[in-house]
């Protein structure tokens, strides 16, 4: 054991070696939901000081959701949040200066109980489907236009939708209230552990519109003014961010010392919520810009004023470029 203690202190005094060489180490102070998954990867960048290897110190603060964190990251109480890059889109549409680093690609699926006879999303005409989220879900959003495009019928006009919170609509889902259910990756990895199974991935509708599957949906947000303060904090925070994945893939004790926050209830459900994570793990590399293009314009089309307010086209400098 001290062996290991001694091992671990001399990586990470190897990596501190290597660190960015800024002025002095900033402070990003970051708000994130700390009962999120993205919360594994802060933990974890945290307690192996993936942060100061990097150069820089993640200063994490809870906040009760996602409105709550746009709203202090416009106001500049903090540096940094979580969110998807089509809010991104919206906000640099309208002037403000904020980056997207990839954290995640992780989409759930359209799951189904194990005895269920669908076999197709035609199956569940005039059956009860539960959504998390509202009605411009990204995710339901998809599984609309592959019913339309792929299988021929309007999935939103031909079945019955309720929308709720993830937790409500897992719930529905366990006990039967609903016919099929779209959840958040992990509560649909839970449900998976459950004993239910995936009807259609969102991963493969998407493919099936002519979608890239590799572009991120969900990455750091970061006020542009900090990282021009601070040059090459961008690379840093995705170098962080890659590190801990990388931590957590190969490293069993890792996961281990994050289980209590995941709060499973089985060895299932572990394994489950560890796969799904990181299977989200998102490229290296530059986001496709032209992929994300694409899909803006469907989201547009579906979703309208209401999900991208007037924004046809993708703004530039969305997406962080590495060598930024």
């Known amino acids: 054991m001290t062996f290991m203690r001694s091992l671990t202190s001399a990586l990470v005094a190897a990596l501190l070696s290597f660190a960015p060489a800024f002025a002095e180490r900033p402070i990003v102070r970051t708000a994130l939901q700390l009962s999120g998954t993205v919360n594994w990867e802060a933990d974890t960048i945290r307690h192996y000081r993936l942060d100061e290897a990097n150069g820089f110190s993640m200063e994490v603060t809870d906040i009760a959701g996602a409105p709550a964190a746009q709203i202090a990251l416009i106001a500049g109480e903090v540096d940094m949040i979580v969110s998807d890059w089509l809010w991104v889109a919206r906000e640099r549409a309208a002037g403000r200066d904020l980056v997207f680093i990839p954290y995640s690609r992780a989409v759930g699926g359209l799951m189904v109980a194990p005895g269920s006879s669908a076999k197709a999303l035609a199956d569940l005409k005039g059956r009860k489907i539960g959504v998390a989220g509202s009605p411009i879900d990204k995710s339901w959003l998809i599984m609309r236009a592959y019913a339309q495009k792929v299988e021929g019928f309007d999935l939103a006009v031909e079945s019955e939708q309720v929308f709720g919170a993830p937790p409500l609509i897992y719930k529905a889902a366990l006990d039967?209230?609903?016919?099929?259910?779209?959840?958040?990756?992990?509560?649909?990895?839970?449900?998976?552990?459950?004993?239910?199974?995936?009807?259609?991935?969102?991963?493969?509708?998407?493919?099936?519109?002519?979608?890239?599957?590799?572009?991120?949906?969900?990455?750091?947000?970061?006020?542009?003014?900090?990282?021009?303060?601070?040059?090459?904090?961008g690379a840093a925070i995705a170098k962080a961010s890659h590190a801990a994945k990388e931590k957590l893939a190969s490293d069993p004790s890792a996961f281990e010392r994050i289980r209590p926050m995941m709060k499973v209830e089985s060895d299932a459900e572990f394994e489950a919520l560890k796969a799904g994570f990181l299977a989200g793990t998102p490229k290296s590399g530059a986001v496709d810009e032209k992929a994300a293009a694409r899909m803006l314009a469907l989201m547009a089309e579906l979703g309208g004023a209401d999900l991208v307010g007037n924004l046809r086209e993708l703004p530039d400098g969305i997406f962080y470029r590495p060598g930024s």
Do not use: S
Not at 200 to 217: I, N, R, W, Y
């Open 176 to 233: 039967g209230q609903v016919d099929g259910a779209l959840n958040f990756w992990n509560f649909g990895a839970r449900m998976q552990a459950a004993g239910m199974r995936v009807l259609l991935p969102v991963e493969k509708a998407a493919e099936a519109l002519g979608l890239d599957p590799e572009t991120p949906l969900v990455g750091y947000v970061v006020r542009g003014t900090v990282l021009k303060a601070h040059p090459g904090l």
